[in-house]
């Protein structure tokens, strides 16, 4: 079977690369700016290339013919949460994503951000990136996924772009819907229970539901809580307390609504219970609030690998599926 390579910018703490991995990629670079996550890439997976710099400082030139370059570019310039700049946003790093494309000309690409980016608002942001992407001979298409349709804990809405050079774009297809829906509850039980807590099994019916997405992982807003009034709210019909992080599971005689321990929402991101995040209690959570579901990355990257691969259903019109965005939500 082919060794398929790939590199990825901004790759935080490896939800993506992770998912990727799990899906048959090898990776042979990735870069990521901050000093915690790229440690909690090292300490996970030895074997990986981690540059630790700012994208602007990647070359990619050595990389010549890459089989899948991928990204999740910061979301702020894109996300309702924020003033929505951007182009203008000078966090906007979708310009060096392109200018490594150039550079190592990937046979697929991968980029995903917030929901917000396929707004009406950025209709002429998309249509640019379109066509610089189509000059680069690649076809592509947005597209919304949420996470929860396979098989993550969480709503986490994502916008995915999935590109192709015409060889293998006919080849594509996105991946179905999961027949797994995975509540909280189910999910959480066991480590809610870890310490013996009395009610764990009466939280895990109250847990009946699927999460609201996970946040609270910007640098600027702040510290280790569930985010917003709204987040908060959503959780508490959880049963969980979503105004801060606790260290440890809920001991036997705990009474109350429990709060998520570090392990516990990486859990809700769709991360193994081995993987380790490196650093205090809040860079710890920032790097889980930021990452990409890696069961998501992993549906993506299969069906990356099995257009390069040529399987499947070739499609008439030579390039990725249309979309559908109602379909999709």
């Not at 050595?62 to 370059?69: G, K, M, N, T």
């Not at 996924?145 to 293998?168: D, M």
């Not at 996105?174 to 809610?192: A, H």
Request: proline share 6%.
């Amino acid at each position: 079977m082919k060794n398929f390579k790939s590199i990825e910018i901004c790759a935080g703490a490896g939800g993506q690369a992770l998912g990727l991995e799990k899906a048959g990629f090898q990776h042979v670079a990735l870069v990521e700016i901050d000093k915690n996550a790229c440690n909690t890439l090292r300490y996970n997976r030895p074997n990986w290339k981690v540059f630790e710099l700012d994208v602007h400082e990647f070359d990619a030139s050595a990389y010549q013919d890459i089989d899948l370059f991928a990204g999740g570019v910061p979301c702020p310039p894109f996300s309702v949460a924020g003033k929505q700049l951007g182009e203008q946003d000078e966090r906007d790093l979708f310009p060096q994503a392109i200018r490594i494309i150039k550079e190592c000309n990937p046979k697929a690409i991968l980029l995903e951000n917030v929901k917000g980016l396929l707004s009406k608002k950025f209709d002429s942001y998309r249509k640019k990136l379109n066509k610089q992407l189509e000059q680069l001979g690649y076809f592509g298409q947005w597209r919304l996924i949420t996470s929860s349709h396979y098989g993550v804990p969480q709503l986490r809405p994502r916008a995915i772009y999935v590109g192709l050079k015409n060889e293998y774009a006919s080849y594509f297809e996105w991946p179905k819907r999961s027949n797994v829906v995975r509540t909280v509850g189910e999910t959480l039980y066991e480590e809610m229970a870890s310490a013996g807590w009395d009610n764990a099994s009466s939280w895990k019916e109250v847990a009946n539901g699927i999460a609201p997405t996970l946040v609270g992982g910007s640098k600027k807003h702040g510290g280790a809580d569930l985010g917003p009034t709204r987040a908060k709210q959503a959780w508490k019909k959880l049963g969980v307390d979503g105004k801060g992080i606790a260290n440890e599971s809920p001991p036997p005689d705990f009474e109350g609504m429990p709060r998520l321990t570090i392990k516990m929402a990486a859990l809700i991101q769709g991360f193994p219970k081995d993987w380790v995040f490196t650093g205090k209690k809040t860079p710890a959570y920032r790097q889980i609030g930021n990452a990409f579901p890696p069961p998501v990355a992993e549906a993506i990257g299969k069906k990356i690998i099995s257009a390069l691969n040529k399987d499947g259903k070739k499609w008439q019109n030579g390039k990725v599926q249309e979309l559908n965005f109602v379909n999709t939500l």
